[in-house]
C-alpha cells in the first residue's frame, strides 16, 4: 500500500466533468470498500450512476496535484440541500480533502439559498456518528431505506434568504 499522501497544497475543488466519470467512481470505491464487509452489501455511493449524475452537474471532485482524490454529490431535494457522498480515496484522508468537500457543500447550499444541509450515514459506519456532530451536525431521523440502516444529520448554515429549509 502506498504512503498517505501529504498536503502541499489546498485541495481544489470543481465540478466534475464527463472526463472524471471513472475516476469519481473509483476513488467512491476505494473510500467504500472497507464497510461492504461490515454492512453485509456495498453502501449505498458504490452502487450510483455515476456518469449520469456528472451529466446532470451532482459530482464535484476534490483534486491533489492534479489527481481525483475526493468525490462529492450533492443536489437539492424536496427536503432541503442534500449531501449525498462524501468519499475520500484511502490515500489522501488526513489531507482536508473530506474537510475541503464538506466546507464546499455547505457554501454552495448558502449561495443557492439554504438555510441547512442535509446528510445521512449508514448505523454501521460508527466513524461518522462521531464526526458528524463535532462539525455541527444534529441527528434528527433514523430509518431504514433500500435495506440501509440510516441515521439522517442535519447542519444549519449562516442566514440564508430564498429557501427556508
Known sequence: MPPPLTPVTKPVVRLATAHDAIAARACVLAAFEPYVARIGMPPAPMLLDYPTLVEASYVWVAELSSQVEGVLVQYETPDGFYIDTVAVNPKARGTGVGRALLEFAEDEATRRGFASVYLCTNS????????????GYVEYDRRIEAGYDRIFYRKGLAASSTNAV
Not at 454501521?124 to 462539525?135: A, D, F, G, R, S
Open 124 to 135: 454501521k459506519m460508527i466513524e461518522n456518528q462521531v464526526l458528524y456532530p463535532k462539525i
